[in-house]
Structures are given as structure tokens and as C-alpha cells.
């Protein structure tokens, strides 16, 4: 069964020997704008491809304001810090994510470090918003102004979900716990961006929104990334901190934060560009491919497919399969390395690393199910 799987993967990029998990696509007017950029000598992060590339943000998702950053990390933890989170906090996030959504949260702060860990859904593989209440009901009290973890005496600042390989999470309940308990809803779309649910876009449901654009993302700059928000004054704040937070002067050095280098160079912003420009294009094609692997395992017993959840619109970033055990899911991948196919397991859930060891955690039954299970299959977009 695992060699039709593999002949199959291969019919879907014939032309391809080695067929790699998402290699980056760049059939538009990348070259053309990286020789302007190249061109007008405003090759750092003053350039008029920063300032369309956060306007080309905007128009796509929605959100009022953005904001680019050197990468998706920067984004996250510049997104947090503004989004509220001071040294000494507690951050929920999921354990199932890649350990940058938890190293955000460990850089808001001086050690021990404070992320809790809320359990995903199996369909949407994103945070629990059962799960999200359950943990809140039992282990927090309210205050006048806060949500206070009983255990550790420490306020929980903020509730960072991720949108899994780019299906939306249940982000509108999410919206709704967090807005009773006065916790800041920070979403890393990271891997979601053009996913939406109910037609609104993931990224824009928080009250700060972050995206990727590394080289293995939907689309990429090289590195780059981008915090949204509808709130100006977290936008020009965000800004601010990511450009050392030096004030506005015409010749003068003043600087009234410790800021941080985090602003989107013109070159890679310049890549952006032509990049989103293709972005429609790119969904599109990766639907027609989730839809041709949706078809392929209908007829193979065993093994399933992970569709777009309820009234949800993914970009199917990744491609992922759910096999029964985690031996299976093992022997499919050998499988597809033998056959010069790149799967890969999900990440190893961030609580068993030593970094994270310490963190708080609820029973995460279903990101321990998944991650037993869980195979990413090749998703580049197909020429
Ligand atoms: C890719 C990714 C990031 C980080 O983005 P970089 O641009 O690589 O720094 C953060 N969170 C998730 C879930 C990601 O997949």
C-alpha cells in the first residue's frame, strides 16, 4: 500500500526525481522588483517596497494596519510584547506547534519561562476551545481586572493559538473565552495566511495577528514576517519597537525603549511583493492538490486525510494524513524516503523537550493522539 501511495506522490510532480515536503515558487515579477530595490540603493528597512508590502497586507487580510519583520519570530515576539505581556506573565499556547510560538513567549520575559499548554482538536489540530475553557474554569480565578492562574499566583496575560499547517483553528469561541476572561488573543497564523473562517481571515480575529514568510511557507521573502492588527496605537507601537525605537527626528539618535533591529529589509520586502501578487494563485493550486490527495485516500483503508474544517477555507499550507499508530506513520515515511519523497512527522509536542519541560500542561490527549499520527506529504504549489 505504501509503494501506491508513493506512485501516486510521484504522479502528482512528474517531472520532479526527488520530490521535497513545499519548495518556494517564484514565476512572477520577483526578479524585477529585486533589481529595482537593487536599483534604488534602498536595499534596508527604508524602501518603498516595506511600505507597499504592509499596504498589499492589509488590502489581502483585511486588517487595518501592518507591520513587517525581519521574520515570523520577531513578529510573535514583538506582537506579545506589545499585545501586553510583561515579564512574570503566563501565555496559553498549544503544545502541538513549531517551538517558535513558545520561545515568542520565553523572550517576553526573564527566566523561568511561562507558557501553559491547552490541548488541540483532532479535526482542526489547532487549540481546544473546550479544552481552552476546561483549563480556565479549573485552574484560574478572575480578579477585578485579571485572569489569574491558581497554581503559580500569575496572571495570564494572553492566549496564543496557532493555526495548524493552515486550518483555522475554532477561533471565534476562542475570541469569546478570551474576551470574558480579559486575556489578549494573539494568533500565530504563521502557516494560515489566506485561511479563513466564516469568510473572515485568520490573523485578523485577535487583537494582534502574526504571519511567516519563510522559505518553507505558502509564500516567502527569503525571511520575512508581519504582525496585523486593527488597533493603530498597538500598530505604531509595534513599529516603533521593531526600529530600535528611535524618535522621529531628522538627525538626532534618541531612543526612549530598548528596541529591537526587527524591520523587514526593502530587498526581501521587495520579494515579498512579487510574491503576494501570486498568492491566489498559489491557494488555488494547493486546493486542487488537497482535493486530488482527498480522492486518492478515500480508497486506501487506514489511512486518512485532513480536510479543511466546517466552514472553514484553508490554504492547505500542508498536506498531512492521520495513520493509525505511530508505527504505521513511521513506515510511511521510510516508505517515502526510500522512494525520494520528503514526509515528515509533526513536531515533537514542545512540553517533552527539556526547554519546555517545566510548562504547565493539561492532559493534551489529542496533541499526544495526533502527533503519534500525524504524516505531512509534499504540498509545493505545482508549476
Ligand atoms: C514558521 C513558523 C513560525 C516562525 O516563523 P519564522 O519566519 O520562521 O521565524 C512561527 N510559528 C509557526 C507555527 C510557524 O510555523
Known sequence: MYNEVCAFIHSLYPEKEFVPLHEPRFIGREKEYLCKAVDSTFVSSVGEYVNRFEEMVCDYTGAGYAVATVNGTAALHTALMVGGVRNGDEVLTQPLTFVATANAVSYCRARPVWPVFIDVDRDTMGMSAAALKTFLDNNTEQTTSDCRNKE?????????????????CRIEEITAICQERNINLIEDAAESLGSSRHGRQTGTFGRLGIYSFNGNKTITCGGGGVIVTDDEKLAARAKHLTTTAKMPHPYLYEHDAIGFNYRLPNINAALACAQL?????FIADKRQLAGEYRNFFKETAGISFVSEPESCRSNYWLNAVIMPDSTARDNLIKACAASNIMARPAWNLLPTMPIY??????????AVWLSERIVNLPSSVRL
Open 152 to 168: 503559580s499566583g500569575r496572571r495570564i496575560a494572553a492566549c496564543l493559538p496557532m493555526h495548524t499547517f493552515g486550518h483555522p
Open 277 to 281: 501578487e501570486n498568492l491566489p494563485r
Open 357 to 366: 519541560a517545566h510548562c504547565q500542561t493539561d492532559e493534551m490527549a489529542n
